[in-house]
């Protein structure tokens, strides 16, 4: 019998499930558009004017794919981060490593719009760095979160997740799986 609480469980543990998901689409994306701008800095050195302006583009894709991503990020994980114990910290650290990037990019869209065509690649090249760097450490986080329906709330995700797995849909997926 699924009881009101398992109910709540459910739906915080799919929604948990949804935004990691998203999170990482996101991530894929990012990392897709961010090497094609690396590629695009090499060729620059040797077609300084059809790789900039290629590059010019992506800077543009990658700030709207990027701020998007900043806001689901902190829709999703702010909340997750301050049910866990100290996670009131790594919730501000969060926040405070998203203004910087916030402010890196639009420094990078600036220095696109009137900037010299080195200047923005080698800016791009050290942010396109530090972002790989963050998003293969959040991963590694969100992997290490897939085990937290155990502690929160005194397990009623725990209870939703069992719940998901013992519906008709859960076992199907589990049998085809
Ligand atoms: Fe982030
Ligand atoms: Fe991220």
Do not use: C, K, N
């Amino acid at each position: 019998m699924i009881t009101d609480e398992m109910h709540w469980g459910l739906g915080q543990y799919a929604a948990a499930e949804a935004g990691r998901r998203l999170i990482l689409e996101q991530h894929t994306e990012l990392r897709r558009l961010l090497a094609l701008g690396l590629v695009q800095t090499y060729a620059s050195s040797y077609d300084r004017q059809a790789g900039s302006a290629v590059l010019r583009a992506l800077v543009a894709r990658i700030r709207t794919t990027l701020i998007q991503h900043l806001r689901d990020e902190e829709a999703v994980l702010l909340p997750l981060f301050e049910q866990q114990p100290g996670g009131l910290r790594r919730a501000q650290s969060l926040r405070d490593e998203h203004a910087r990037q916030r402010q890196e990019i639009e420094a990078m869209a600036a220095l696109s719009e009137a900037g010299s065509a080195d200047a923005l690649a080698e800016r791009f090249d050290s942010l396109a760095r530090a972002l790989f760097l963050d998003i293969a450490h959040e991963e590694r986080e969100l992997t290490r979160m897939e085990a937290l329906p155990r502690v929160f709330e005194g397990g009623r995700l725990a209870a939703g997740r069992r719940a998901l797995e013992e519906s008709p849909a859960g076992r199907a997926a589990s049998a085809a799986g």
